[in-house]
């Protein structure tokens, strides 16, 4: 297999000489920099530009390269943000206070969240053991990230909300059968993802959810905890 004439080497990834997406993002070229450095070039019929490292050194650049071409396409299309104000979420959060404590002591406005109605669909289903194992957490892992505001929207969220609500001050009883943490990853960050979808994107709650739900994947692999500092 040789190159085709027309490809421009220098589009293609030096490791699996795939194409690389037309406007990498901060992230994606940051690896590639990082990762030169631990290579040696490598020219081949299929790219003569092309370098060889260990496998682990370059696999998340290849997973990013191809998630760069392939899903961020999709989130363009649907709107979503591919850059977020970090630095201005902790207002936006603190903003929802009022909305968030009625959540944790009103039981009424919590038999309207549909984030405490899958819950106790949950706790109906599976009893109150099953919903607080390690397991279950791990398989509701998606229902506790704040859609595409990714893991790194997730650590502030949470980071806020613990010192507006800490632990300690919340009443169990108002809102059993979850503890504390588990009402702040269950509840309250899916209802501030929800609230902040609804305001960015001009939609109702049930379209903001369906954003969230859809965007969870884009979201965890756009904007990963470490904010994109790899290396």
Known sequence: VFLD???DPKTLCPYCDDPLPPKPTPLLRKLLETIAKKSRPSPRPTNPMGRKAPLEAFVALCQRHRFESQILPEAESKGWPKEIEF???EKRVRKLKRDLKALITDAEVRSN???WAEVMAEVKAKGTRAMTGVRNQFANFDKMQPGYYGEQGSVIIQHTLFDMFPPATINQNDIK???ANEFMQRILVP???KSLIMEDQNVAPAKAIKILREST???VAMFPEDGGEWG
Do not use: I, R, W
């Open 5 to 7: 004439p027309t490809v």
């Open 87 to 89: 630095d201005k979420l």
């Open 113 to 115: 969240s549909k984030f």
């Open 177 to 179: 059968p979850l503890n």
């Open 191 to 193: 209802e501030v993802a």
């Open 217 to 219: 994947s884009y979201g």
